[in-house]
């Protein structure tokens, strides 16, 4: 039962900023991702959280009490390393009841406790094991168990499927979620893989260079992203980003692109004439007309990629390169010339001046 | 075909380079065990032999036996002696590596994980006192023992061992302990160790060949010091082997067998040890710690 606050967070290494001011509100029992390049210091809030980084300036709160600087050992916070780090000395079961010998539990407390979690966690035949002695996904759920024994307040997550195989990710992705679930602990989970971000979390947190680009619902996030980082980096293939010039007629506002205009079917509070850029996710186009207010855009076909259920089609219109998620029986050629078309109301506006999202 | 000349070459060579290398380092040891079976006639005998032609247990004999012969006088055993020096060489040797051993594995620790000003000063410090030579600290050395009042103790001697063995172990122990991997210790801390507690569950059981071999070297430096048992242990309170054997040259005679029979005796310790802590010496005790 924990809620966690940050104000201001930030973090220097010697002279080098890497954190520039996080606020951050994560409820009880919510499930939030951390998502970001690399490099954008995903890792360094996470372990700063952990309290395995000191804090330079701002404040990190757990249940309404700063703790910038209770050690490690005393905020009731477990985490999941990327590299499992089990004590490779340690069979499965020690390294599970660890931290509840540390306790002083008692030994038959220990081992019903621990007896427990691998039921959960399907290790019940492993116990007596060594780590050196099971697969990457035993591992895996050998660190989530020890996490999970101990009943901490919050469970932070480093990364912790990228070393598994894309069909084990998938697995551990809802076993992790659907367990989080039923213990109702507060997790912050960081991946750099938007999908799991997208599918496991109550909250995700688009970070870039250090601050926060945008906090929210998966699908807020997806809908409605805050800025041009935000839009591109959430959803795959990246939204398409063609620019243009903003004018307005009449109450609304459409925008030039190259000799065609395009209408918003609503009003954009940006002057006239202001470099804009428009964002298009894939799906939001297709050849077929669409409903309501209507765009077409020329499209040249380049390349098409077949992923199975709909196929990627990448190409130009005007100058720019975009792509669109296209259904199987559309049966384009390459190099074939098309329209591509789509509802106004998908089109998402941004200032290209601070690629801030303009409605 | 002239490339697998060159690999019967290349082989050959190897081979040699190991040959001499083995004869080099178990020459004298084989010639001190033969030494030590020889019966002393041969033993002034021209011709040079690699097997004992009268073997002989007599110099054993006259190490071992309360009161022994030699050349058909009735001498004083040195039996009181060596067994005294032998217990000596074992006490300060063992108290020295115990010491060494327990200030390097928190020592290097401290100087790899904790931060404290001046800490990378510090160990530069402590590694380049290895480079000064023993002997331009002998005289001052000796003035502060005798102040001290540790000339011929045991106290003394271990100190001293210490103070000299113990930089070469804590760059050993701090190379050992840069090699293992901090998550483990962030893990242990986040599952409510102390730093204390995580060095010793966690860190020294991962450290053990290091510390093994550790063990090892300050041990075996210990046992065969000549130059401060020599200087700092002038009665047999403390004396060790290795003073102890040359002084059964006497003035008219040197009595090679029964040096050569306590050398070989001398050697055994080591060796045990040796042959004792490599059992412990497991590789891949890392493996499957991440990954
Ligand atoms: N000990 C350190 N000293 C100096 N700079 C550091 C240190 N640790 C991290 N950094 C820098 O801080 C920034 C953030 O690092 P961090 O590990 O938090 O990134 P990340 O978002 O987790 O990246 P990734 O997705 O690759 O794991 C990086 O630019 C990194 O170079
Ligand atoms: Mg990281």
Not at chain 2, 54 to 60: G, K, S, V, Y
Not at chain 2, 128 to 140: E, H, K, R
Not at chain 2, 211 to 239: C, N, R, Y
Request: aromatic letters at 8%; a positive charge.
């Amino acid at each position: 039962m924990a809620t966690v606050t940050i104000q201001k967070l930030r973090k220097n290494y010697g002279a080098i900023p890497v954190l520039h001011g996080i606020d951050l509100a994560i409820a009880d029992g919510q499930f939030v991702s951390l998502v970001g390049a690399s490099g954008c210091g995903k890792s360094t809030l996470l372990r700063m959280i952990a309290g395995l980084e000191s804090v330079t300036a701002g404040t990190i709160d757990l249940n309404g009490r700063v703790i910038n600087d209770v050690s490690p050992k005393d905020r009731d916070i477990a985490m999941v390393f990327q590299n499992y780090a089990l004590y490779p000395h340690m069979t499965v079961a020690q390294n599970m009841g660890f931290s509840l010998h540390l306790r002083k539990e008692s030994p038959a407390r220990i081992d019903q406790a621990v007896k427990e979690t691998a039921a959960l966690l399907g290790l019940s035949n492993y116990l007596d094991r060594y780590p050196k002695a099971l697969s990457g996904g035993q591992r895996q759920r050998v660190a989530m168990g020890r996490a999970i024994v101990r009943h901490p307040q919050v469970f932070l997550f480093d990364e912790p499927l990228s070393n598994l195989d894309a069909k084990l990710r998938v697995q551990m992705r809802i076993e992790i979620r659907t367990l989080q679930r039923r213990l109702g602990t507060t997790a912050i989970y960081v991946t750099h893989d938007q999908m799991e971000a997208m599918t496991m979390s109550d909250l995700i947190v688009v970070m870039n260079g250090g601050r926060i680009e945008q906090v929210g619902a998966p699908i807020d996030v997806y809908d409605r992203p805050a800025n041009l980082f935000v839009a591109t980096f959430i959803g795959s293939p990246a939204m398409n980003l063609i620019e243009g010039v903003l004018e307005h007629e009449q109450g609304l506002s459409q925008v030039r692109v190259g000799g065609q205009r395009i209408a918003m079917g609503r009003r954009i509070d940006l002057a006239a004439a202001a470099p804009v850029v428009m964002g298009i996710r894939p799906e939001h186009l297709a050849l077929a007309p669409a409903q309501g207010l209507e765009f077409t855009l020329p499209f040249k076909v380049d390349l098409i990629e077949p992923t199975g259920a709909e196929s990627h089609v990448y190409g130009q219109t005007g100058s720019t390169s975009i792509v669109a998620a296209l259904s199987r029986k559309d049966d384009l050629q390459l190099g074939q010339a098309v329209h591509l078309r789509g509802q106004c109301e998908h089109i998402h506006l941004f200032d290209k001046a601070t690629g801030a999202r303009l409605d | 075909m002239r490339k697998l000349t060159l690999h019967y070459l290349g082989r050959a060579g190897f081979a040699l380079a190991v040959l001499v290398l083995l004869l080099w380092s178990l020459g004298p040891v084989y010639w001190a065990v033969l030494t030590s079976f020889t019966d002393p006639r041969d033993m002034l005998s021209e011709h040079l032999s690699l097997w004992p032609q009268h073997p002989t247990l007599e110099h054993f004999a006259k190490l071992f036996g309360a009161s022994s012969a030699s050349q058909g006088n009735e001498v004083q055993s040195v039996w009181p002696q060596f067994s005294r020096a032998f217990v000596n060489s074992l006490v300060t040797s063992a108290a020295a590596t115990l010491v060494t051993l327990a200030a390097a594995a928190f020592g290097g620790y401290a100087f790899v994980r904790l931060r404290f000003p001046g800490r990378d000063l510090l160990f530069g410090l402590v590694v380049a006192s290895m480079a000064v030579p023993a002997y331009t600290v002998m005289i001052p050395l000796y003035r502060l023992m005798i102040s001290l009042h540790l000339i011929d103790t045991y106290l003394g001697v271990t100190l001293i061992y210490v103070s000299a063995f113990l930089p070469l172990a804590l760059w050993l122990m701090r190379s050992v302990y840069q090699s293992l991997p901090v998550a483990l210790e962030e893990a242990a801390w986040l599952d409510g160790a102390g730093r204390t507690y995580t060095l010793v569950r966690i860190v020294l059981p991962l450290a053990a060949p290091g510390l093994i071999a550790t063990a090892i070297l300050t041990f075996l430096s210990a046992w065969g010091q000549f130059m401060v048992p020599l200087v700092f242990s002038p009665s047999l309170a403390t004396k060790s082997l290795t003073v102890l054997i040359p002084e059964f040259v006497t003035r008219n005679y040197v009595d090679y067998g029964l040096m050569n029979a306590a050398g070989v005796v001398a050697m055994l310790p080591p060796v045990l040890l040796v042959i004792f802590l490599n059992r412990f010496l497991v590789r891949g005790l890392i493996a499957g710690a991440t990954k």
